[in-house]
């Protein structure tokens, strides 16, 4: 069994910067990418941005510029550093990551959800 669990979420006012952290744990043979997304009330869940075991990064048009997604694979764990925050930033965020359980089982997971508020 696989957790995904974050931290770092909060309220932030326009500006300012938050870091999320996302660690995975559990029967882990390899994590092959990992994510963030993120859903705003009545929207749909987005996409915010990937990365790669090979450290290749993706990143909704949105975000480029402002928000930077790393990993440690040695720690099971990825993070999102979120600069010059916006006010539409805010949002329920989730990690995902696409983990092997085994060389042939591959599998998709969330996080529980971290809000982000950016308000004055």
């Avoid at 909704?60 to 010059?84: C, E, H, P």
Wanted: charged content about 15%; overall charge positive.
């Amino acid at each position: 069994q696989v957790q995904l669990v974050e931290s770092g979420g909060g309220l932030v006012q326009p500006g300012g910067s938050l870091r999320l952290s996302c660690a995975a744990s559990g029967n882990i043979f390899s994590i092959n990418s990992m994510g963030w997304y993120r859903q705003a009330p009545g929207k749909e869940r987005e996409l915010v941005a990937t990365i790669t075991r090979g450290g290749s990064t993706n990143y909704a048009d949105s975000v480029k510029g402002r928000f930077t997604i790393s990993r440690d694979n040695a720690k099971n764990t990825w993070y999102l550093q979120m600069n010059s925050l916006k006010p539409e930033d805010t949002a329920v965020y989730y990690c995902h990551g696409r983990i092997l359980l085994s060389v042939i089982d591959s599998r998709a997971y969330w996080g529980q959800g971290t809000q982000v508020t950016v308000s004055s």
